[in-house]
Every structure is written in structure tokens, then in C-alpha cells.
């Protein structure tokens, strides 16, 4: 399966915030989607990405400066992408390499959507059902 599909069923939905968003409304947010991460965006361009991981470090070195900072000064620059056709399978391999669980989604420049661990998670297993019940018919002869 392909990050297309998945984004099909899933939706093309990603939360994304000004970098001189203060990272406490930044906070606000995550919690009330119920999310792991936002994009940063500018001039509708990414700019860097933040998530939960980005804010519990720096409240482990300094939870005072939280409530000064901007999402900008935290968040990560380096933003690794995928594009909709790359498989799961690479996906995988992306998020496990760079010890990441999100992965925006860009298609010519433009961000498109975002798939998280879980939702490759979930695919898979999904496929794994998918195969075992068709081999399971086939066993039983219901091909025949
Ligand atoms: P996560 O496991 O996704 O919460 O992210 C762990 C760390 O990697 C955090 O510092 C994130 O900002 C960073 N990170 C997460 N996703 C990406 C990505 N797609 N590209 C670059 N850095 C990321």
C-alpha cells in the first residue's frame, strides 16, 4: 500500500501553526485535537515541525522559559517528508531510521497531509487481515 491510500481513507487534514506561535497555545493545541504534532508553516511553506517530544524536552531542561517561548525556537528545521507514492513499507523504514513517529506529506512544494506511526501501523495490520482471511478462504477451498 501507498501513503495515497492511506491519506484517501484517513483525510487530508494537518494542523499547522505560525512559528511565532507561543509554544504554550502550540500545547493548547496538541491537546485539543488530540494529536502528536504540528506543522509549521509560513507563507505556506513548512518551516519546521513540533511535537509533544520537542515540548517535554525542553520542559525537562527549563519548564520555566516554556511560557516565554515560540514554537520557532523548539521545533525542528530538518523537516524529513514523504510523498504520496512512497509505500509503507518505506515509510516504515523512514520513521524507524530517524527515530521519528510523524511524517508530512508534500506533493510538487505543497503539504498535502501527515501520517503518524499509528496510522502505518494500523495499515499494515489492516493489509495482514486483508491477507490472512483471503489465504484462509483459499485453504478452504473457496477458490476451487
Ligand atoms: P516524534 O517521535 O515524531 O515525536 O519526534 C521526535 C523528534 O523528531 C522531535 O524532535 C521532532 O521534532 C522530530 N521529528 C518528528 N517528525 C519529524 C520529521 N518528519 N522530520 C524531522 N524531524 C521530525
Redesign the pocket.
Known amino acids: 500500500m501507498k501513503i495515497r491510500s492511506l491519506l484517501e481513507k484517513k483525510g487530508y487534514e494537518v494542523v499547522t501553526v505560525p512559528p511565532s506561535l507561543p509554544v504554550l497555545d502550540a500545547m493548547r493545541l496538541l491537546v485539543a485535537h488530540n494529536i502528536?504534532?504540528v506543522i509549521v508553516e509560513d507563507d505556506n511553506r513548512v518551516q519546521g515541525?513540533?511535537?509533544?517530544?520537542?515540548i517535554l524536552r525542553q520542559a525537562a531542561r527549563n519548564p520555566e522559559a516554556l511560557s516565554r517561548l515560540r514554537v520557532e525556537e523548539i521545533?525542528?528545521r530538518?523537516?524529513?517528508?514523504g510523498v504520496p507514492g512512497d509505500t509503507l513499507a518505506y515509510v516504515m523504514e523512514i520513521m524507524t531510521r530517524n527515530?521519528?513517529?510523524?511524517?508530512?506529506v508534500v506533493e510538487d512544494g505543497w503539504l498535502v497531509g501527515i501520517v503518524s506511526i499509528g496510522d502505518v501501523v494500523d495499515a499494515l495490520r489492516t493489509d495482514v487481515e486483508a491477507e490472512n482471511r483471503y489465504l484462509r478462504d483459499y485453504i478452504q477451498g473457496k477458490f476451487d
Do not use: F, K, N, Q
Not at 527515530?99 to 508530512?104: D, N
Open positions: 502528536g504534532s515541525i513540533l511535537t509533544e517530544r520537542d521545533m525542528t530538518d523537516v524529513v517528508v527515530r521519528i513517529r510523524h511524517l508530512p
